[in-house]
């Protein structure tokens, strides 16, 4: 019973570089979305998903890209790696049916260091 | 848009007592779902309650309930008999419905909560 898998759990990247936080959940849930916790904050909303093939900006997507391909994938880009990115990253999912939303599951979280 | 605030950014109570975390929100809208999440220091997100906006009836699940006040828009987490295992940051979060807000979720900052012995 995995729930949502987040990889890697750790990196450490110089400024410039790029990468990509996977994110897969077993769930068949329609609803994916990733966050970004900065110490001392909440969740902010960076995209989601409300199903395969569609994808959306949320609060803060600057500097990310998404994608959806399949209804258990959701990957995380990041173009050109900054500072204000360092943070810990959250992939969440839940499922909808009849209009009604679920609770979100989440991954463990990913920590990003950018120097 | 919609805000979500927690006054409290730390909290302690003793153990086998009974705290009281807050969460005031924001929004026009009149369908929602309100949830508390509990984060440990192991970093992993879990569900701790969820309330209908719809509902009348405040949610419990054990020792957890709610003090649920919509006009007010008042989301409160009431914590009976605490133990050390109550150990956490608490997020509030309020999720617009999908034909509103495609479903987007929105976290207050949290409150930290230690629970002594």
């Known amino acids: 019973n995995a729930g949502v898998t987040q990889t890697p759990k750790f990196q450490v990247l110089k400024t410039g570089q790029s990468m990509t936080l996977q994110c897969a959940q077993d769930?068949?849930?329609?609803?994916m979305s990733w966050y970004r916790q900065d110490p001392g904050m909440g969740l902010r909303l960076i995209h989601y998903?409300?199903?395969?093939?569609?994808?959306d900006q949320g609060e803060v997507p600057n500097g990310y890209n998404v994608s959806r391909s399949t209804t258990e994938d959701f990957p995380l880009r990041l173009l050109s790696a900054a500072p204000s990115q360092t943070s810990v990253y959250f992939c969440a999912s839940s499922s909808f049916s009849g209009g009604a939303l679920g609770e979100l599951f989440f991954g463990e979280g990913s920590r990003l260091t950018v120097l | 848009a919609q805000t979500v605030t927690q006054s409290q950014p730390e909290m302690s109570v003793q153990e086998a007592e009974t705290v009281t975390l807050s969460c005031t929100y924001d929004t026009s809208e009149s369908n929602y779902y309100l949830f508390w999440y509990k984060q440990p220091p192991s970093r992993q997100m879990i569900l701790v309650i969820r309330q209908e906006a719809y509902k009348q009836q405040n949610a419990t699940e054990n020792r957890f309930s709610v003090n649920f006040q919509k006009a007010a828009k008042s989301f409160s987490l009431k914590i009976s008999d605490s133990q050390l295992g109550d150990t956490a940051m608490y997020f509030c979060?309020?999720?617009?419905?999908?034909?509103?807000?495609?479903?987007?979720?929105?976290f207050g900052d949290g409150t930290t909560l230690t629970v002594k012995p």
């Open positions: 769930m068949n849930h329609e609803y």
């Open positions: 979060a309020f999720r617009a419905t999908l034909n509103t807000n495609a479903g987007k979720s929105t």
């Open positions: 998903s409300v199903g395969a093939g569609i994808t």
